[in-house]
């Protein structure tokens, strides 16, 4: 399973990471993450062992030449042979649907798996990505949410397991940077959609989209008028990647400042796909957040990074790969 993964050179010199691992590269944005990285002419070895990521997603980069995906836990032991310039540690479930099934692996990997991934970048001499999220601010009591906002999340909630398990990781990896002089950086990223998302996966989007497309009724959690700050996987993988290559060692919001209630989201999705279906309204989860808007100033001024992908764009491209999903399983 761990065999050898050939280190090429390539006529390029200027290209930068040269060799990247993706933990969890067979996520919904591992995924993306691992294509990105290729297209800008960058060695990829993805790491997953495929219990919420699916092969499916890297089916669209297998025959590329200089991509290679290796199935392993990263809670366990592995080795990657040869030098690498780029860790981008993604691997956790991201889903409630998944994280509550599994709130112990989702919190060995934000741990054990956060330090491998560290050790890992710590023998290579690489620099280190952290994939956070926006679930560090919990419930803010702060809105927008910046970068120096401590947050509002309940320790022994449900969601704690993957709030508390980022939360750690961030310290983690400063922890790492401040003793071992680790070139790393945290990206703290917020509510993302697009292509390659589970249908089940339990999120907003996917959900109102498959239950649209089925005219089933659409569950929008209590009254709706939660907000949400939704941003498309192309722009979001933009971010991300030039904070890894920015040398900034965040923590730093990438994410869309446009605020959507979960209600408006749920009448744009009916709006387009056509649909039928009317809204149900269902029991709000536990510590489910009221506001969520990020403060991406910061990537403003540092990268000059600016989503551009409009949520009515967005929300059609997505509901095209849903579709063309359900036909292909029809």
């Keep these: ?49 495929f219990v919420t990521g699916t092969p499916v997603n890297l089916a669209p980069l297998a025959n590329r030449a200089r991509f290679r995906s290796i199935q392993c836990d990263i809670t366990g032991y592995f080795h990657v042979p040869g030098p690498v310039d780029l860790v981008l540690h993604m691997a956790c479930p991201a889903s409630p649907v998944d994280y509550l099934k599994m709130p112990i692996e989702t919190l060995e990997v934000g741990a054990i798996g956060t330090q491998h991934a560290l050790d890992l970048a710590r023998e290579k001499g690489a620099r280190f990505l952290l994939a956070s999220t926006s679930e560090v601010y919990g419930d803010p009591q702060v809105h927008p949410q910046p970068e120096d906002y401590w947050g509002h999340v309940n320790p022994v909630g449900p969601r704690a397991v993957y709030d508390e398990a980022k939360r750690y990781a961030e310290a983690l990896t400063t922890a790492y940077r401040n003793s071992y002089g680790i070139d790393t950086t945290i990206v703290r990223i917020f509510n993302t959609y697009g292509p390659r998302m589970r249908p089940h996966d339990g999120r907003a989007v996917p959900t109102f989209i498959r239950q649209a497309l089925a005219g089933e009724p659409l569950t929008v959690a209590g009254d709706g008028l939660q907000t949400r700050s939704v941003c498309y996987v192309d722009d979001l993988v933009d971010g991300v990647l030039a904070l890894a290559r920015s040398g900034h060692p965040g923590p730093m919001n990438i994410g869309n400042p446009d605020e959507l209630t979960v209600l408006q989201i749920a009448e744009d999705v009916i709006a387009a796909t056509g649909s ?20 991406t100033s910061l990537a403003e001024q540092v990268l000059g990074w600016q989503p551009s992908v409009s949520w009515a764009e967005g929300l059609r491209s997505t509901v095209s790969w849903f579709s063309q999903l359900e036909l292909r399983r029809a």
Excluded: K
């Excluded at 995924?31 to 062992?49: F, K, P, T, Y």
């Excluded at 009317?278 to 969520?292: F, L, M, Y």
């Design 276 to 295: 039928r279906s009317t809204i149900r309204h269902v029991e709000r989860p536990v510590d489910d957040p009221q506001v969520r808007r990020p403060d």
């Design 1 to 49: 399973m761990h065999d050898m993964f050939e280190v090429r050179m390539y006529a390029d010199e200027g290209v930068w990471p040269r060799r990247a691992v993706v933990t969890g590269g067979a996520g919904f944005l591992g995924s993306h993450v691992c294509e990105a990285l290729l297209d800008g002419g960058s060695e990829v070895l993805c790491l997953d062992n």
